[in-house]
């Protein structure tokens, strides 16, 4: 398929401008384009780690494009490669192949089909609609109430995680939920507000957990690892749009070994 027709059926499903613009930098983050794409990387970052298990199965330059969820690279090309130089050796390991690389990140988040509402259909919740005061935020209802202990359980298992930390300060039965993958904690006032019975996200600090409690709420905080689930749905959106493309997806997420 045309690159560039490729990434403008992308654009118009994740546009560059609903992306975070205080602390995102998504679209073309290395390498040239390719006139004409058919085999396409997946990845939620892309590092030495992910380099090396592709070399081990694949003629690497037969790639044509790299498509991460995390920008890789997370400001100013030269100021990046001047402060980080484990970025910069990968960048010179991957300037002899030449394969572009491109992220859909925030934008990915927010997108209609993008990342939270992949998570809300992996709850099986019903009723989907974006938070008013969070539009990255999908907020859905359960088939049936359940404990909140119960749903913790739920939920771990079905985003596909081994652990998660529940603050349950709020009510005993869960019907309301509201989600954002990865870092979003700081939203759970929003989702409170806004009439839900939990809130899911990640990488709460101690200071959050404490207003949590204060709040007298639900918070459910999952891996960020959660986001894995990228991977899928990018490859269905992808398909969709051509279904003659080859994906190939590396998982490289490990998660902590819990002690």
């Known amino acids: 398929m045309n690159t560039k027709s490729l990434l403008r059926k992308l654009s118009k499903k994740f546009p560059k401008n609903i992306a975070k613009k205080y602390h995102d930098f998504p679209g073309l983050q290395y390498g040239k384009l390719k006139e004409e794409t058919k085999t396409i990387l997946l990845c939620l970052d892309f590092d030495d780690v992910v380099l090396d298990e592709v070399l081990k199965t694949t003629d690497f330059s037969k790639i044509d494009l790299i498509i ?24 010179e390991r991957l300037d002899k192949y030449n394969v572009p690389i491109y992220s859909y990140h925030t934008n990915f988040d927010e ?8 998570l809300v259909e992996a709850l099986n919740l019903k009723n989907i609609h974006k938070l008013e005061a969070i539009p990255m935020a999908r907020g859905g209802e359960l088939e049936e109430e359940m404990d909140v202990l119960e749903f913790a359980k739920y939920a771990k298992e079905k ?66 690892e959660i986001e894995r689930i990228y991977m899928k749905q990018m490859k269905k959106v992808l398909l969709n749009i051509d279904k003659d493309l080859e994906i190939l997806i590396v998982d490289h997420e490990k998660l902590p070994i819990i002690i």
């Open 68 to 91: 991460t969820h995390h920008p890789f690279i997370y400001g100013t090309f030269k100021k990046v490669l001047k402060n980080d130089p484990v970025k910069a050796a990968l960048v």
């Open 111 to 118: 997108g209609e089909g993008g990342m939270n509402d992949a």
């Open 159 to 224: 985003l596909n995680v081994e652990y998660g930390q529940l603050l349950n300060f709020g009510k005993k039965t869960i019907k309301k939920v509201a989600i954002i993958g990865g870092g979003g904690w700081y939203h759970f006032i929003d989702a409170k507000n806004e009439g839900y019975d939990i809130y899911i996200s990640g990488d709460i600090p101690h200071h959050g957990r404490r207003d949590v409690v204060l709040n007298k709420y639900n918070y459910l905080d999952l891996p960020h």
